[in-house]
């Protein structure tokens, strides 16, 4: 009976009874309660042996979602059922996927006679792909809790991790219902009036005068104004850094899958808009190109292609880059460059790539801010090593904001961000240039 394990209070009766055999040396008379002590617990022990093995007693179910998002806490849920004819007392051990790295002491759950019971608990993946969970191990102990008996269930079911759909969900509801704000997007005016006509409609009270129709209010009686909308059909390109320089952590998860989480927020908001999403990832080659679409089935397509995308350790190739935007993106474009530059040198060696690609398109760098450094530079040196390391980090956080002023006198636009807030400030930065006309 491999799946049959003796529970702590067996061993405490167990040496309980030892140590009275121990004390029948100095009170002859408690050898015979030693005696009947053990034949007790061994009766009992077979008793509940047998009742525990006496029928189908415990089955599990792990439910699973269809895929996890990642970076987001995403729901488990596992069906106990008690199919003995007692009250049971289980304790169950998950076999995590070995990305989580848990090892917890497992869940305690009570099922009365015959009672169904769902267990809730919530995983965070910090990386994309394939996870693969174990065994749900349930131990059962019966009226005595002498023994457990072991069940093992839901071996090797699978679920792929994807790039962060639970946090674009969130934002394409404040959008469709005009809520950004509550999540930190900003309201910002815009710049005279929308670029297309859309149709005519009757006047209400606050519309611009400047607005009305005065040929169709002549035909129909009735005050008529012309609406417009937001120039639409425009391209907005995500373009995704995998080289070296994002695979940096922050919190667990690298740069590279923040970026891919703020772009699948940023092409769904476009596509919200009336923009038309594409992508293209690189490192030191093209890795893949979704041209830009406002088909249904689009942000399918790229969420597909995010999901398989991981850092590479060479540098990126910003000529390769900039031959491939020239040839496929063909129509003035707003590009969202993903990357990393740490230094005003490192920045240098592509600006010319970049200013070309800045011509023909409207080109926005996002900058990651290393937010480790924070903690430095809030610390008080009290050695002579201190101070040292407290200069490098102001350097580094100067290097950052010249990085900002240098693409800003080529008139690059550019978004100095931690991690943690990238979404939400890229969604303000496309926000701003569309209202603004730019795009």
């Given at each position: 009976?491999?799946?049959?394990?003796?529970?702590?209070?067996?061993?405490?009766?167990?040496?309980?009874?030892?140590?009275?055999?121990?004390?029948?040396?100095?009170?002859?008379?408690?050898?015979?309660?030693?005696?009947?002590?053990?034949?007790?617990?061994?009766?009992?022990?077979?008793?509940?042996?047998?009742?525990?093995?006496?029928?189908?007693?415990?089955?599990?179910?792990?439910?699973?979602?269809?895929?996890?998002?990642?970076?987001?806490?995403?729901?488990?849920?596992?069906?106990?059922?008690?199919?003995?004819?007692?009250?049971?007392?289980?304790?169950?051990?998950?076999?995590?996927?070995?990305?989580?790295?848990?090892?917890?002491?497992?869940?305690?759950?009570?099922l009365a006679r015959n009672e169904s019971k769902h267990l809730n608990y919530s995983l965070k993946?910090?990386?994309?792909?394939?996870?693969?969970?174990?065994?749900?191990?349930?131990?059962?102990?019966?009226?005595?809790?002498?023994?457990?008996?072991?069940?093992?269930?839901?071996?090797?079911?699978?679920?792929?991790?994807?790039?962060?759909?639970?946090?674009?969900?969130?934002?394409?509801?404040?959008?469709?219902?005009?809520?950004?704000?509550?999540?930190?997007?900003?309201?910002?005016?815009?710049?005279?009036?929308?670029?297309?006509?859309?149709?005519?409609?009757?006047?209400?009270?606050?519309?611009?005068?400047?607005?009305?129709?005065?040929?169709?209010?002549?035909?129909?009686?009735?005050?008529?104004?012309?609406?417009?909308?937001?120039?639409?059909?425009?391209?907005?390109?995500?373009?995704?850094?995998?080289?070296?320089?994002?695979?940096?952590?922050?919190?667990?998860?690298?740069?590279?899958?923040?970026?891919?989480?703020?772009?699948?927020?940023?092409?769904?908001?476009?596509?919200?808009?009336?923009?038309?999403?594409?992508?293209?990832?690189?490192?030191?080659?093209?890795?893949?190109?979704?041209?830009?679409?406002?088909?249904?089935?689009?942000?399918?397509?790229?969420?597909?292609?995010?999901?398989?995308?991981?850092?590479?350790?060479?540098?990126?190739?910003?000529?390769?880059?900039?031959?491939?935007?020239?040839?496929?993106?063909?129509?003035?474009?707003?590009?969202?460059?993903?990357?990393?530059?740490?230094?005003?040198?490192?920045?240098k060696r592509q600006l010319f790539f970049l200013r070309k690609l800045a011509r023909q398109h409207?080109?926005?760098?996002?900058?990651?801010?290393?937010?480790?450094?924070?903690?430095?530079?809030?610390?008080?040196?009290?050695?002579?090593?201190?101070?040292?390391?407290?200069?490098?980090?102001?350097?580094?956080?100067?290097?950052?904001?010249?990085?900002?002023?240098?693409?800003?006198?080529?008139?690059?636009?550019?978004?100095?961000?931690?991690?943690?807030?990238?979404?939400?400030?890229?969604?303000?930065?496309?926000?701003?240039?569309?209202?603004?006309?730019?795009?």
């Open positions: 009976m491999k799946n049959l394990f003796l529970t702590r209070r067996f061993f405490y009766l167990f040496w309980g009874c030892v140590l009275l055999f121990i004390f029948s040396l100095m009170v002859s008379w408690l050898i015979a309660v030693a005696i009947v002590g053990v034949m007790v617990i061994a009766a009992s022990t077979l008793i509940e042996i047998t009742i525990l093995y006496a029928s189908k007693g415990i089955t599990a179910e792990r439910i699973l979602p269809e895929k996890f998002s990642n970076g987001n806490d995403n729901p488990v849920q596992i069906l106990f059922e008690n199919r003995y004819g007692f009250p049971v007392k289980l304790r169950i051990y998950e076999d995590y996927p070995v990305q989580f790295q848990i090892r917890d002491g497992g869940f305690d759950v009570s993946p910090l990386k994309r792909g394939e996870y693969i969970f174990g065994y749900v191990n349930t131990l059962v102990t019966g009226p005595l809790g002498l023994v457990y008996r072991r069940f093992r269930t839901c071996k090797d079911q699978k679920v792929a991790v994807y790039p962060s759909f639970l946090q674009m969900r969130r934002f394409e509801l404040m959008a469709v219902s005009n809520r950004l704000t509550e999540i930190g997007i900003k309201k910002i005016r815009k710049a005279g009036n929308s670029a297309e006509f859309e149709h005519i409609r009757p006047y209400v009270q606050g519309d611009d005068p400047r607005k009305v129709n005065w040929q169709a209010t002549a035909r129909r009686g009735d005050l008529m104004v012309n609406n417009y909308q937001d120039e639409r059909s425009q391209q907005v390109y995500c373009l995704v850094d995998k080289g070296r320089v994002m695979k940096m952590p922050f919190e667990g998860m690298s740069l590279l899958d923040y970026a891919i989480n703020a772009s699948l927020v940023l092409l769904n908001t476009a596509m919200i808009k009336g923009d038309k999403a594409g992508l293209i990832t690189f490192s030191n080659q093209i890795s893949n190109i979704v041209p830009a679409e406002r088909r249904p089935t689009q942000m399918n397509k790229i969420m597909e292609v995010l999901y398989n995308q991981r850092t590479f350790y060479k540098e990126s190739d910003y000529e390769i880059l900039y031959a491939t935007a020239k040839l496929k993106i063909t129509q003035r474009s707003l590009l969202i460059l993903f990357t990393n530059f740490e230094t005003i040198e490192g920045l409207l080109l926005v760098v996002v900058i990651f801010e290393n937010t480790e450094l924070n903690s430095l530079l809030e610390s008080s040196p009290k050695t002579l090593e201190d101070i040292y390391i407290k200069t490098i980090a102001e350097k580094f956080k100067l290097d950052k904001r010249l990085l900002v002023r240098e693409l800003e006198q080529y008139g690059i636009h550019s978004i100095l961000t931690t991690p943690g807030n990238l979404t939400v400030n890229i969604i303000n930065k496309y926000l701003e240039l569309k209202a603004r006309g730019s795009m």
